[in-house]
């Protein structure tokens, strides 16, 4: 697949490692589409709940949306919607040595079958033209997953994947504390 630009400049490559290259002008002006466009991000974000809905009906618990979520957004390189969504994975009592290591939740144990196959099938969806993978993906799911659960989870990974793109090409921009002073050693 090659090199690709994300935000800011990065460049990812396909094992989602970020390096810097030069930055992008600050005084660029975007438009906020869902400001812009007010009627289609309503629908959005009423498609957004049905799908919520929908996993919660299907059996899928609040953190393993967040860890669909915050996993397609990394993806994506969308601050705003990494921003919010590890605070939502956090308040419903997810762990931060979890959430460090998501993006290398292959590596690690800590992640139950469910998790994984619900990981691997929202990756897939991210990245549909990766055929093998899919299959891959989809085999996984099948064997820990019901139908509902397979396709809750793929809902998921389209609704959040619609927000990143809204929220990446608007530049929406990540507003927080600062982070606190490290004292000398």
Not at 94 to 108: M, N
Not at 141 to 167: M, Y
Request: hydrophobic share 50%; aromatic share 4%; glycine share 4%.
């Amino acid at each position: 697949m090659g090199v690709m630009i994300g935000p800011a400049g990065r460049e990812r490559d396909e094992g989602d490692h970020v390096t810097q290259q030069a930055p992008v002008a600050t005084d660029e002006r975007r438009v906020f589409v869902d400001k812009q466009t007010p009627g289609a991000y309503k629908a959005f974000v009423a498609a957004a709940e049905s799908v919520r809905e929908a996993a919660a009906a299907a059996g899928l618990d609040r953190l393993l949306v967040e860890l669909v979520n915050i996993r397609v957004s990394q993806l994506n390189a969308c601050a705003y919607c990494l921003s919010l969504h590890t605070r939502a994975a956090l308040r419903a009592g997810e762990t931060t040595q979890r959430l460090a290591v998501l993006p290398a939740w292959r590596d690690t144990e800590l992640f139950t079958a469910r998790e994984r196959a619900a990981l691997a099938l929202a990756e897939a969806t991210t990245r549909p033209a990766d055929a093998a993978a899919q299959s891959a993906a989809y085999a996984q799911a099948r064997g820990v997953l019901s139908d509902d659960e397979v396709s809750a989870v793929i809902w998921v990974a389209i609704s959040i994947n619609a927000f990143n793109r809204v929220s990446v090409l608007s530049k929406h921009p990540v507003r927080g504390a600062a982070p606190a002073p490290v004292s000398p050693a």
